[in-house]
């Protein structure tokens, strides 16, 4: 049976944009449904889907009123349909889970334990690849157990399903209007501020490697860093580029180490 974690129970808000999801929708909503811990909600904001999306969630909607539908007017981007998104959250924690990607079922439990008993206001984990079917890729993403803002400067070591942010601490933060990479902006902001991130050294997720995505595709991933540098950072062309010899480093030689070859779990 499911339990809250203990007297203070904190409602953690979950946001999920979608577009064109009738694919993957269902099993992501399934696997928030499926937490052990049950203070949630989960607000999606749909991006003009075209296919079933909608109505495969309003009918999630229709049985669990912790799931919540809202629908953008025009075709904005996964930044616009966040930032909606968190306008309309009431939780004391802020994460994220796009329609696509996958939580295990003690993912919310392990993550506010570990911050009220630490008293942190930001945390991460690990998390698994699997593929566009939902088959494993034998492949585990690890992090620093103790992240810095130096670290996360040139590599973005949180993955996107696995942060957990505190509204007390931080207030709600806005999305980066850039299009890509929004996520690795948002940690940036937090680390920032707190300076090192703790992680939780386990996988808690099962992020989904889609074909054509922009993690699958390394020309991509280094324009779009390269965007964050000169955009985000506002550095200037050179120091942009020297910034980039550093991310490449880390790509390189660092970021390797903490890919892990695993046995399949799901």
């Known amino acids: 049976m499911k339990k809250p974690i203990n007297m ?12 064109n999801s009738e694919k993957f929708i269902t099993q992501t909503i399934k696997s928030i449904q499926d937490q052990t811990y049950i203070n949630w909600e989960m607000i999606i904001v749909d991006d003009c889907s075209s296919d079933k ?12 009123s912790r799931i919540q539908l809202f629908q953008l007017e025009k075709n904005s981007g996964t930044g616009i349909a966040r930032n909606y998104a968190l306008t309309k959250t ?12 996958l939580w295990k079922p003690e993912k919310l439990e392990k993550q506010i334990n570990f911050l009220l008993t630490n008293k942190l206001p930001f945390t ?20 620093p157990i103790n992240l810095s803002y130096k670290q996360l400067f040139f590599c973005n070591y949180v993955g996107n399903l ?6 007390k601490y931080f207030g709600k933060i806005t999305i ?16 920032k501020k707190i300076k090192s991130a703790q992680a939780i050294p386990e996988s808690l997720a099962y992020y ?12 991509d991933l280094l324009k ?5 540098y000169r955009t985000f950072h506002r550095y200037n062309l050179t120091v942009a580029l020297m910034c980039m010899i550093g991310f490449l480093f880390t790509q390189l030689i660092v970021k390797p180490f903490y890919i892990k070859t695993i046995k399949a779990s799901i």
């Open 8 to 19: 203070e129970n904190p409602l953690v808000s979950i946001i999920t944009p979608t577009f």
């Open 53 to 64: 999306t909608v109505s495969i969630i309003a009918d999630f909607v229709k049985l669990d």
């Open 90 to 101: 009431k939780g004391r924690y802020i994460s994220f889970l796009d329609s696509d990607d």
């Open 124 to 143: 991460f984990s690990f998390y698994e690849c699997i593929d566009e079917s939902g088959k494993s890729l034998n492949k585990r993403v690890e992090a």
């Open 162 to 167: 696995t942060g957990i942010y505190e509204v």
């Open 176 to 191: 980066s209007s850039i299009r890509k990479r929004q996520d690795w902006m948002l940690w940036l902001t937090i680390l």
């Open 208 to 219: 989904r490697i889609r074909e054509n995505s922009i993690s699958a595709s390394k020309i």
């Open 224 to 228: 779009h860093n390269f965007a964050v």
